[in-house]
T-cell receptor
Framework: DTEVTQTPKHLVMGMTNKKSLKCEQHMGHRAMYWYKQKAKKPPELMFVYSYEKLSINESVPSRFSPECPNSSLLNLHLHALQPEDSALYLCASSQVGGGLGGTDTQYFGPGTRLTVL | AQSVTQLDSHVSVSEGTPVLLRCNYS??????LFWYVQHPNKGLQLLLK??????LVKGINGFEAEFKKSETSFHLTKPSAHMSDAAEYFCVVIIYNKLIFGAGTRLAVHP
C-alpha cells in the first residue's frame, strides 16, 4: 500500500483564521514532506521531517508551522495567511530521508486545495 | 548542480498514436530520475524510477523511459495514447532526498 491521505480536500479561510492541514501515512516511512504548488508550476518544498527532525526551506514564511506528532502524522498549521498563499498543498512520504545520496521514492497524497480570501 | 529540463511545455497527440515527452538532465554523477504524472486537481503519481539497474525502465499504464547517459536524456514514451493519459507530467531528479522538478509538460490527447 503506497497511500498518503490528506484532509481536508478543500479549505477556504480568511486572513485572520487559524486552520490546520493533516497528512497521514501507514507505510512505516520515516520521512514526510510538505510541498506548495501554484497553478501551472511544479511543487516547491516547504518542510521535511526526517526521523522526526525538522528541516525548513528558509523562504517559507513563519505563518506556516509544521508539526509532527508521530512518525505517521504530519500537520501544517496556518495562521494569518495572505491571498497569495492560495495553492494546492501536497504531502509526501519516503522510507528514509536525508543522508548522502538519498534517493528514496516519495509518495504523494491527493493534496489540499487552499483558498485564502 | 543537479537540474532537469523538459523540452516541451505542451504536447498534443491523437488517441492511439505514440507519446514522447522529452527530458534532459544535468548531474555531476549518476543520477536517480523519476517521472510523475498529475491529473487536474490531484496529487502526483509515480510513473517510473531509474536508479542505474537497467537503462530501459518500465512503468505503470504502459509508459516507459530510457536513460541515455551519452545524451543526458530520460525521455518518456508510450506506444499508444489513451484519453486518460491527458495530464501534467514532471521529470524529476533527486539528490539527498530532495526532488528537483522540471517545469512540466502538459499532454493533451484528442479523439
Amino acid at each position: 500500500d503506497t497511500e498518503v491521505t490528506q484532509t481536508p480536500k478543500h479549505l477556504v479561510m480568511g486572513m485572520t483564521n487559524k486552520k490546520s492541514l493533516k497528512c497521514e501515512q501507514h507505510m512505516g516511512h520515516r520521512a514526510m514532506y510538505w510541498y506548495k504548488q501554484k497553478a501551472k508550476k511544479p511543487p516547491e518544498l516547504m518542510f521535511v521531517y526526517s526521523y522526526e527532525k525538522l528541516s525548513i526551506n528558509e523562504s517559507v514564511p513563519s505563518r506556516f508551522s509544521p508539526e509532527c506528532p508521530n512518525s505517521s502524522l504530519l500537520n501544517l498549521h496556518l495562521h494569518a495567511l495572505q491571498p497569495e498563499d492560495s495553492a494546492l498543498y501536497l504531502c509526501a512520504s519516503s522510507q528514509v530521508g536525508g543522508g548522502l545520496g538519498g534517493t528514496d521514492t516519495q509518495y504523494f497524497g491527493p493534496g489540499t486545495r487552499l483558498t485564502v480570501l | 548542480a543537479q537540474s532537469v529540463t523538459q523540452l516541451d511545455s505542451h504536447v498534443s497527440v491523437s488517441e492511439g498514436t505514440p507519446v514522447l515527452l522529452r527530458c534532459n538532465y544535468s548531474s555531476s554523477y549518476s543520477p536517480s530520475l523519476f517521472w510523475y504524472v498529475q491529473h487536474p486537481n490531484k496529487g502526483l503519481q509515480l510513473l517510473l524510477k531509474y536508479t542505474s539497474a537497467a537503462t530501459l525502465v518500465k512503468g505503470i499504464n504502459g509508459f516507459e523511459a530510457e536513460f541515455k547517459k551519452s545524451e543526458t536524456s530520460f525521455h518518456l514514451t508510450k506506444p499508444s495514447a489513451h484519453m486518460s493519459d491527458a495530464a501534467e507530467y514532471f521529470c524529476v531528479v533527486i539528490i539527498y532526498n530532495k526532488l528537483i522538478f522540471g517545469a512540466g509538460t502538459r499532454l493533451a490527447v484528442h479523439p
